[in-house]
């Protein structure tokens, strides 16, 4: 059996959804991904802690809810070890697969993997700023060149690919970029240029060129070698 293919009754790709304290926004964001559990699509909550009523949302619109230890990269990691389905796509709670098209999406993912080993989407930001499609365009072109994908981008992969580079790396910021260059060591990536929607509220919040700045400034960093829990806790002070 190929890694894409999956046997009778089990699902053909694991959505994995990190969650903590997303009361505000979990039933709608499974709300729409229902039509899709009917189609071969899992769909998986990992809860870090949450102490709203994430869990109490999420329970009856997800094929499972679990229990993880506060961090994006376990949550998602624990997601993956107890995915049924041999393809994962990683989605944050307040990023949404196109709407309106996302059997086109999933489908697109399952042929993007049948020649790639990894991928993602572009992306297109949710908000008030007016700045947010230059944001949205720059971040798809970066990625394209760099052969690098974010977290809000809808990463995508084989399972055999995923535990054969060890997941997601234990560490509370840059876990996207750092497994994106072990997947990209490994293969190139699919860049598909259906778009998940993503929130745009830290640009909103916080300035989109402030934002800017500060993540260019955090990855320049992260890149010379400065240790992931260090920007953790300098992007948390700059909040």
């Not at 697109?108 to 365009?137: K, T």
Request: with cysteine; aromatic share 6%; proline share 7%.
């Amino acid at each position: 059996m190929s890694s894409t293919d999956h046997g009778p009754g089990l699902p053909r790709v694991t959505l994995i959804i990190p969650v903590l304290n997303e009361a505000a926004s979990i039933h709608a964001t499974l709300m729409r991904l229902q039509p899709l559990r009917s189609q071969g699509v899992e769909v998986l909550v990992v809860d870090g802690g949450s102490r709203d009523a994430s869990v109490a949302l999420a329970t009856p619109l997800a094929d499972a809810v679990l229990e993880s230890p506060p961090g994006r990269a376990r949550q998602m990691n624990l997601g993956a070890r107890q995915a049924q389905a041999p393809l994962l796509l990683f989605l944050h709670a307040d990023t949404h697969l196109p709407q309106g098209h996302e059997p086109r999406a999933i489908d697109a993912l399952c042929q993007a993997l049948l020649h790639r080993h990894w991928g993602r989407f572009d992306i297109r930001l949710a908000g008030q700023s007016r700045w947010l499609p230059l944001v949205a365009a720059l971040m798809n072109r970066r990625s394209r060149l760099s052969g690098i994908a974010t977290g809000d981008q809808g990463l995508f992969v084989r399972r055999e690919t995923f535990f054969a580079l060890g997941g997601f790396p234990d560490q509370p910021l840059m876990e996207d970029i750092e497994l994106s260059k072990r997947l990209k060591a490994y293969s190139p990536p699919a860049c598909l240029p259906h778009k998940v929607v993503s929130s745009g509220r830290r640009w909103d919040q916080q300035g989109a060129w402030t934002t800017i700045c500060l993540m260019w400034r955090l990855r320049y960093r992260y890149w010379r070698g400065v240790s992931a829990t260090q920007l953790a806790k300098e992007y948390r002070d700059a909040r």
